[in-house]
């Protein structure tokens, strides 16, 4: 059964403190791997999409790292804007849907 | 452009009530899907269009109907409301399966 765990479940951090969100899939051929960000009481909005292992992304200071068991979100001296629950996402081939994880909470304090 | 909106933000039924929530978008996409999110259970589909005309079942479907008549509507509709049914949904589009999908703000509805 196709399955995605993120982990932590909930991050606090100091301002200026890096760290790394994890997110584990397990599925039957990965089609795609996306990463959402949502705000409370919002929808969730797209950061970034990887396809293949060895695959990376950035934007500001967010940067997002592929491999064959999971994907890794790291967060480089993060700001008190960047709290928001971050979204793990999958496709796989044998189900042409995507599957989220049930995310992780990020808090960043000034 | 607008990107993905829903109707209403917040409704509350009383069990065995009926209600479409409305999602529109401009976007051209092809592809739109309706989802629950749950605390602690992520977002889970309960049904999707590929095009105007053809829907499918997602992971939970039950209880719930949908149609896509245009490229730009899909409503969902709850036949007889339940409590397990409280939940915020969001409808999204993309250009297709495969690439990433633009969410709407969400409708949060309390069955009582």
């Known amino acids: 059964e196709d399955q995605v765990t993120q982990s932590p479940e909930a991050l606090r951090l100091q301002e200026g403190e890096s760290s790394s969100l994890n997110c584990s899939y397990t599925?039957?051929?990965?089609?795609?791997l996306f990463w959402y960000r949502q705000d409370p009481g919002k929808g969730p909005e797209f950061l970034f999409t990887?396809?293949?292992a060895g695959e990376e992304k950035e934007k500001e200071r967010l940067k997002a790292t592929l491999t064959k068991k999971e994907s890794f979100l790291h967060i480089t001296a993060p700001k008190p804007e960047d709290s928001a629950t971050y979204l793990c996402?999958?496709?796989?081939?044998?189900?042409?849907?995507?599957?989220f994880g049930a995310g992780t909470r990020l808090a960043v304090h000034p | 452009n607008a990107g993905v909106t829903q109707t209403p933000k917040f409704q509350v039924l009383k069990t065995g009530q009926s209600m479409t929530l409305q999602c529109a978008q401009d976007?051209?996409?092809?592809?739109m899907s309706w989802y629950r999110q749950d605390p602690g259970m992520g977002l889970r589909l309960i049904h999707y269009?590929?095009?105007?005309?053809?829907?499918d079942q997602g992971e939970v479907p039950n209880g719930y109907n949908v149609s896509r008549s245009t490229t730009e509507d899909f409503p969902l509709r709850l036949l007889s409301a339940a409590p397990s049914q409280t939940s915020v949904y969001f409808c999204?589009?993309?250009?297709?399966?495969?690439?990433?999908?633009?969410f709407g703000p969400g409708t949060r509805l309390t069955v009582t």
């Open positions: 269009s590929v095009g105007a005309g053809i829907t």
């Open positions: 990887l396809y293949s």
């Open positions: 999204a589009s993309s250009y297709s399966s495969e690439t990433e999908e633009y």
């Open positions: 599925v039957s051929g990965l089609r795609g």
């Open positions: 996402a999958v496709i796989s081939g044998g189900y042409n849907k995507l599957i």
């Open positions: 976007m051209n996409h092809e592809y």
